[in-house]
């Protein structure tokens, strides 16, 4: 296995009952890597990102993050390890405001989430990371609002904001800006394309406009197996491709 | 020790009468009700004043324990509980434990806190012995034994067979879209509703005579009948029916062997099972 | 200082009104002595709710059982005062290690499973253990209680007296030390982690926080609060009895939390005064039937919200 391998994932395999979600899959990111996951309604994308989180447990394969088998270990282990998420629904704390959430998650990344004694905002360190995620995330002027009241695309951004402030090594975003207005996509387009270079990135998305302009390789998934791989000229020449979407969206050439 | 098992057996079948509503009750509305035990209670009591005040006798009383029960669950159900639905369930605890207050309360007053006494017809009394008095069959818990076991079946049969029984299942699987199909779910809501509480009366009047009945009967027996959905499960009948039995027999048994423990045993039993399966010992997958 | 460094440290700064409040309710042994006994009570409930608030406010963790803890530490303090050291501070440290212990040993029991599952443990736990002081009579002394407690004086010199100021003053000196802690406790980052597992518990776990580890330490802090409640209860009182782990008790600590409201430490103090105040006017009028008064109460309570009923200016709206 290359070095450069951050994140691989052998004959991962997911069944519920009679029904195969996940089909003897194997995927490798590399080190700094822009990678799309793509695929029709249902082909098991999320289930794929549940199975590499640990949020399921795989009814066959191993995964290994920076060379060490992480198949056993509980999601938060393989967070702590710098295997990081987003979600497709925001996946908030509606009682805490962006700046508390984004000071918890960076004093959890910095070793001090388990103290009981110091305040929230005494370590310089963590108030100032908060302070360089709300400016690159725009959300320096809603730091003190409560979650709830936050418009859908600041709370996109929060979203993906509290993913970076787990420093992560991998970073797998599911459907980044589904559901973003129009108006708010920019911002959330703009970040997503500003992400840290040696952050190995692992994109879902429909929008293919923001596939085919991040991804410098691409994998389809259909019916929860992998149908092909290659770099975006490739998937999109790809008939096979071009027949599983019927139709949506067009392929860029 | 035969009759033991017979006698367990009885108060099983009574317990899973009695808490068979508040399961499908959680099962389909996702509430938690601790208000079930007063359901029965009011049959018990309606079927000891009808009795005792009104000169009913047996057979109509304990029918009328059921109806009665039933249109208090329907009345309760479309004027509060259905504001209650979308709230937290600390809140629906709360609020049903604030209605069991009033209850045990309310009774109190009207009829006094003495154990009511009820009088069984003749056929129902006397006791039959098998193989030299191995095993003692007293007849009026051969008759719960048999009722219940009707109810059960019958139960069984609604939910399989019929449209009514389809559409409740529909609805515990999934609201929205059993909604979105056209099924009326606020109907099946109130109908449930007023059918769980009705049975629960009809618990609380059979059971008159073997739990006693007084005004703190809510609060005396609504753990076990939490222990049933909890330990049973609310996604099916066989669960709670054998957690009730499990639970009947092992409380008479606990009572008999280790009088000194009481029901020690029972709660013990129950921590331990809930911690080594949170989601019941009947229940397939995750809570 | 940086906008986002001030911004963190306001929610926390304390206010005048908390500093007020408190040095009251210090003076209260002396503005009302002989209410004295009264104080001492409505301090030690109010304790026990600041605990549960913990669990049930910061973590969501419902609990129909938390006088578990509450008992055993008003059993473990009237023990060791009765057969091994009269002295008030060590009895207490005492109950509130053995709650502390019993409280991790229960806390797996909430980690899983459904809200019903984690009402029906914690409920469970408080049966067994009252029915466990029940038929162990000849060390609790079963249903009669554990009568003749004497204490040895506080710190050597302040003797417990007839008219319970020594029990008020001790009672709210410990309280308060005890609420100095939960303050620092609830907005270190442990405590806002609790309040993400309750909000978000997939999302929690998806930030790297190890929520079992958590929850598990938050249940078995809270135990040991509770503990040292029951504790300072059986001191100030001279006995303890069964309905120290009583539904009950369970029930009224977690109505005044309700009342006062979850989620902010004074819910515990406000819900103590106010559940009080309401028992005594209400027991005043109607003796035998404050379980209907409270009952109906609670499930007006529950109906309208209770940010509503604060509210009456609220009532006529449709929210």
């Known amino acids: 296995m290359s070095e450069d391998t951050v994140l691989s994932c052998t004959g991962l395999s997911k069944k519920f009952g009679g029904i195969t979600a996940t089909d003897n899959v194997s995927l490798k990111l590399q080190r700094g890597a822009r990678h799309a996951l793509i695929g029709p309604n249902g082909a098991g994308k999320t289930t794929l990102i549940n199975l590499l989180t640990g949020m399921l447990t795989p009814t066959a394969g191993r995964i290994e993050l920076l060379g060490v088998d992480i198949s056993r270990l509980a999601p938060h282990q393989r967070v702590q390890r710098g295997l990081v998420r987003t979600f497709q629904i925001n996946q908030l704390f509606d009682s805490l405001t962006p700046l508390q959430t984004l000071a918890m998650t960076v004093s959890q990344q910095l070793g001090l989430g388990a103290s009981l004694w110091y305040h929230l905002g005494n370590d310089r360190r963590v108030a100032d990371r908060c302070e360089q995620l709300l400016n690159q995330f725009h959300l320096s002027e809603v730091m003190d609002q409560p979650t709830t009241q936050l418009a859908y695309g600041k709370r996109r951004l929060l979203e993906m904001a509290i993913a970076l402030a787990c420093e992560p090594r991998v970073l797998l975003l599911d459907e980044p800006v589904a559901g973003v207005p129009a108006g708010e996509r920019e911002e959330l387009l703009q970040t997503v394309a500003n992400l840290p270079a040696d952050v190995s990135v692992l994109l879902i998305e429909h929008d293919m406009d923001l596939v085919f302009s991040f991804a410098k390789r691409m994998t389809v998934l259909v019916n929860g197996a992998v149908l092909t791989e290659g770099s975006p000229d490739e998937i999109a020449a790809d008939p096979r491709v071009r027949e599983v979407y019927l139709g949506h969206g067009e392929a860029h050439g | 020790m035969l009759t033991l098992l017979f006698d367990g057996v009885a108060y099983g079948m009574l317990l899973f009468v009695l808490a068979i509503g508040l399961s499908i009750t959680l099962g389909l509305m996702n509430f938690i009700n601790l208000a079930h035990g007063a359901f029965a209670m009011a049959g018990g009591y309606t079927l000891v004043l009808l009795m005792q005040k009104a000169g009913w006798p047996f057979l109509p009383s304990v029918f009328m324990a059921f109806a009665v029960s039933a249109l208090l669950g329907l009345v309760l159900e479309v004027t509060l509980y259905r504001r209650m639905y979308h709230k937290t369930h600390l809140e629906q605890v709360l609020f049903s434990i604030g209605l069991t207050f009033m209850a045990v309360a309310s009774v109190d007053y009207l009829v006094g806190s003495t154990q009511q006494l009820v009088q069984l017809p003749e056929f129902l009394k006397g006791r039959t012995e098998l193989w030299d008095g191995a095993l003692g069959m007293g007849h009026y818990r051969l008759a719960i034994i048999v009722v219940c076991a009707l109810l059960a079946w019958g139960l069984q049969w609604l939910l399989v067979h019929t449209r009514f029984g389809a559409q409740l299942r529909a609805s515990v699987d999934d609201r929205r879209v059993a909604a979105a199909m056209g099924i009326n779910v606020n109907t099946i809501f109130m109908a449930t509703f007023a059918v769980g509480s009705g049975l629960a009366g009809l618990g609380g009047a059979l059971g008159a005579e073997v739990l006693g009945l007084d005004p703190v009967f809510p609060l005396k027996f609504m753990i076990y009948f939490l222990i049933v959905v909890a330990v049973g499960g609310t996604s099916s009948l066989t669960g709670p029916l054998l957690a009730a039995l499990l639970l009947g027999i092992a409380d008479v048994a606990g009572k008999y062997y280790v009088p000194k423990l009481g029901a020690f045993i029972v709660y013990t039993l129950m921590v331990l099972i809930l911690m080594w399966r949170p989601q019941g010992l009947f229940t397939r997958g995750n809570a | 200082m940086s906008t986002t460094s001030i911004s963190l440290g306001a929610g926390s700064r304390e206010r005048w009104w908390e500093f007020a409040v408190w040095i009251l309710l210090l ?179 998806a930030i790297g926080i190890p929520v ?108």
Request: charged share 10%; glycine share 12%; hydrophobic share 55%.
């Open chain 3, 212 to 319: 079992h580890a958590r929850l598990m330490a938050v249940y078995t802090l809270a135990a040991a609060i509770a503990g040292l409640a029951g504790g300072m209860q059986a001191q100030t009182t001279g006995f303890a009895s069964l309905d120290v782990f009583g539904f009950d008790r369970s029930a009224d600590v977690l109505l005044m939390l309700v009342i006062g409201g979850t989620g902010w430490l004074w819910g515990g103090l406000m819900g103590a005064v106010l559940f009080k105040t309401l028992h005594s006017l209400v027991s005043a009028l109607t003796p035998q039937y404050w379980t209907f008064w409270i009952g109906l109460f609670l499930v007006l309570l529950m109906l309208v919200g209770r940010e509503k009923l604060l509210r009456p200016w609220t009532w006529g709206r449709r929210s």
């Open chain 3, 27 to 205: 003076l209260l042994p002396v503005l009302l002595p002989k209410h004295s006994l009264l104080v001492s009570e409505i301090t030690i409930i109010a304790l026990f709710a600041m605990s549960l608030d913990l669990v049930l406010g910061y973590s969501g963790i419902v609990s129909l059982g938390h006088a578990a803890f509450f008992g055993t530490g008003a059993y473990a303090a009237a023990l060791f005062a009765k057969h091994i050291n009269p002295d008030p501070l060590t009895g207490l440290l005492v109950a509130t290690l053995v709650s502390a212990v019993l409280g991790l040993v229960c806390s797996p029991g909430i980690l899983r499973g459904s809200d019903l599952t984690r009402l029906m443990v914690t409920l469970g736990i408080a049966l067994i253990l009252q029915e466990l002081a029940n038929k162990m009579d000849h060390i609790t002394g079963g249903a009669d209680g554990l009568q003749g407690v004497l204490m040895g004086p506080v710190l050597g010199r302040f003797e417990f007296d007839l008219m319970g100021q020594t029990a008020a003053y001790y009672a709210l000196a410990v309280t308060l030390l005890v609420f100095l802690l939960l303050r620092r406790w609830v907005h270190s980052p442990f405590g806002f982690s609790l309040k993400a597992i309750r909000d978000n518990r997939l999302r929690a776990q």
